[in-house]
T-cell receptor
């Protein structure tokens, strides 16, 4: 059974700092890993999708890396801003068979202080 | 496209009442997922559909829960009778499979609706 873990559960940083969020998964047989952002009381917004054949994906100040063999992904946020404050979730889609569900971690609550 | 649309956004109901949550996926998406989010358990998959057919309902907690997808543009999740422990945020998501492949792969993004916050008192 795939398990996804995100560390730390919460992170508080001053504005302007670069930061890294971590995601690990137990089963390396995945199609892809997706990072989401969730604001309080809102839905999930897709940030980046990184396929199993890729090592990195970038979007603006965000950079996601994937090391499938070790079961790890990181989300790097450069020059953090108060508007980046949210919960960040990672989710994997397992490969093989026909089960295309996403399995989620419990998220990292990020607070960027002005 | 307007994205995945869920209704209602908030629902407060009394224990024992029937609750119906609604979802309109993104047009052209083959897969529709229902998730439940709680503080304790995070996001859990309840059920998902492929081309309107339920594929995996192993996450549906009890017979009180049922889901349907009568057509490609509409799905419902029903709880009857509702209980206080059903209080959670329910999300609907959709995604499409890769095109042009013999075996479908899921290297596409999943998109989520804004959720329905259900409170059962």
């Amino acid at each position: 059974k795939q398990e996804v873990t995100q560390i730390p559960a919460a992170l508080s940083v001053p504005e302007g700092e670069n930061l890294v969020l971590n995601c690990s998964f137990t089963d390396s047989a995945i199609y892809n890993l997706q990072w989401f952002r969730q604001d309080p009381g809102k839905g999930l917004t897709s940030l980046l999708l990184i396929q199993s054949s890729q090592r990195e994906q970038t979007s603006g100040r965000l950079n996601a890396s994937l090391d499938k063999s070790s079961g790890r992904s990181t989300l790097y946020i450069a020059a953090s801003q108060p508007g980046d404050s949210a919960t960040y979730l990672c989710a994997v889609t397992r490969s093989g068979g026909s089960n295309y569900k996403l399995t989620f971690g419990k998220g990292t609550l990020l607070t960027v202080n002005p | 496209d307007a994205g995945v649309i869920q209704s209602p956004r908030h629902e407060v109901t009394e224990m024992g009442q029937e609750v119906t949550l609604r979802c309109k996926p993104i047009s052209g998406h083959d897969y529709l997922f229902w998730y439940r989010q709680t503080m304790m358990r995070g996001l859990e998959l309840l059920i998902y559909f492929n081309n309107n057919v339920p594929i995996d309902d192993s996450g549906m907690p009890e017979d009180r829960f049922s889901a349907k997808m009568p057509n490609a543009s509409f799905s419902t999740l029903k709880i009857q009778p509702s209980e206080p422990r059903d209080s959670a945020v329910y999300f609907c998501a959709s995604r499409r499979r890769d095109r042009g492949l013999i075996l479908p792969k899921m290297n596409t993004e999943a998109f989520f609706g804004q959720g329905t916050r259900l409170t059962v008192v």
